[in-house]
């Protein structure tokens, strides 16, 4: 029904995909591809200057991985919050000091994992190329990684993003999207971006895997909205099944039990291939957040819910375009920015 005043349908060439995964030929001869500011990213920017710098991020991430498979959905999530905030400029990864008041400090970001990754990495490239490679093009190349590890689909990435020499903590706190925001003040903050409707429920999609911390929802499962009854956009078995893994009734933030994101769902086969358990969980009244099952409250973003649920080949092809375009969001490129030697402080 969208499809007729959908950009996106209209000018890709869905037939050019196969599998799912994106190739660089349908980006190179497409511009919708490209905000304004990354046509000064490059293909393949390092391959002079540290030429192995892909093959350093993926192989540190793998090596990791193994024992500590939790670092995937980190590693995205660390990746969106950075982007998110004034471009992805790697400000997420600054420690507090005199100059800084960091990122990490502000409540949105106080359950962010995954920095000692990308330190760990960079510090295996400060090895190979000393002061070439950028902390913000880590993030980008990590997360990409990590999808793929995750299942979901490869996608090429531009690099020659610029690290910034500056944290935003107050613009996190204020502009980082909110569990318990509704679907318009969520839109807002993703049109606000550049992202429309259909962008914003392919990104969500990243919800199928990783873990959400009792806190964020609690306050769907007993007192919603001070009507001492719980959210009645939630499916009641699966109410009870939030209940009894958050069985701390007091709802204190201490009460950090994880909650698979894919409960009620075949877990490991939606995380071994990236799948769409989580539209399918919002089909049904099982979303977790309250802002992700505020989805279900639009038409447009209830539209391409429904078809993301029906068509996996569809998500990740949206997902991975998605992913790029957010990679690219407000890049500092030269002569702008700096090159740090490590990722939490200023060079
Ligand atoms: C409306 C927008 C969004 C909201 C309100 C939101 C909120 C949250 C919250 C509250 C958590 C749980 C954190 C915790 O318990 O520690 C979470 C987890 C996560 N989010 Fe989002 N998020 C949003 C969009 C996104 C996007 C666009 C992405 C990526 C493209 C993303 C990726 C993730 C991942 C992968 C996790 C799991 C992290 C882990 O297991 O370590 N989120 N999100
Ligand atoms: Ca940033």
Redesign the pocket.
């Known amino acids: 029904k969208y499809n007729n005043n959908d950009t996106f349908i209209n000018t890709i060439p869905l037939h050019s995909f196969s599998n799912g995964h994106v190739s660089l030929s349908v980006i190179k001869n497409n511009n919708t591809f490209s905000s304004s500011q990354s046509s000064l990213l490059e293909y393949d920017f390092y391959r002079n200057s540290c030429p192995r710098v892909e093959r350093i991020v993926r192989s540190t991430i793998h090596r990791l991985h193994r024992n500590a498979p939790?670092l995937v959905?980190?590693l995205?999530?660390l990746?969106?919050h950075d982007c998110f905030i004034q471009g992805c400029d790697a400000s997420v990864l600054l420690d507090d000091d005199d100059y800084i008041n960091s990122e990490k400090d502000s409540p949105p970001n106080e359950?962010l994992?995954g920095f000692d990754v990308i330190e760990a990495i960079k510090s295996q490239l400060e090895e190979a190329c000393p002061g070439v490679v950028s902390c913000a093009d880590i993030l980008v190349l990590a997360a990409r990684e990590s999808v793929v590890l995750a299942g979901g689909p490869f996608y090429p990435l531009y690099t020659g993003r610029r690290d910034g020499s500056n944290s935003f903590a107050d613009i996190a706190t204020y502009e980082l999207?909110?569990?318990y925001?509704d679907l318009s003040q969520?839109l807002a903050s993703f049109k606000s971006r550049g992202f429309d409707e259909r962008e914003m429920v392919t990104?969500?999609g990243?919800?199928n895997?990783?873990?959400?911390?009792c806190e964020?929802f609690v306050n769907r499962l007993y007192n919603f909205s001070g009507t001492n009854e719980p959210d009645p956009s939630l499916d009641t078995e699966f109410l009870n099944v939030l209940r009894s893994r958050c069985n701390n009734t007091d709802g204190s933030p201490s009460s950090l039990v994880e909650v698979q994101?894919e409960i009620g769902m075949d877990s490991k086969q939606s995380l071994s291939k990236f799948g769409t358990s989580y539209y399918h969980g919002l089909l049904q009244g099982k979303g977790i957040?309250y802002?992700d099952q505020q989805l279900m409250e639009g038409e447009k973003t209830k539209y391409w819910v429904q078809q993301y649920a029906s068509n996996p080949t569809l998500f990740h092809q949206h997902f991975a375009i998605a992913?790029m375009k957010?990679s690219d969001h407000r890049v500092l490129t030269m002569p702008m920015g700096q090159i740090r030697r490590s990722c939490s402080k200023v060079a």
Do not use: D, E, N
């Open positions: 939790s959905p980190a995205i999530r990746f969106f359950s994992k999207p909110s569990p925001a969520t990104l969500l990243a919800h895997i990783g873990v959400i911390h964020f994101q957040l802002a992913m957010l």
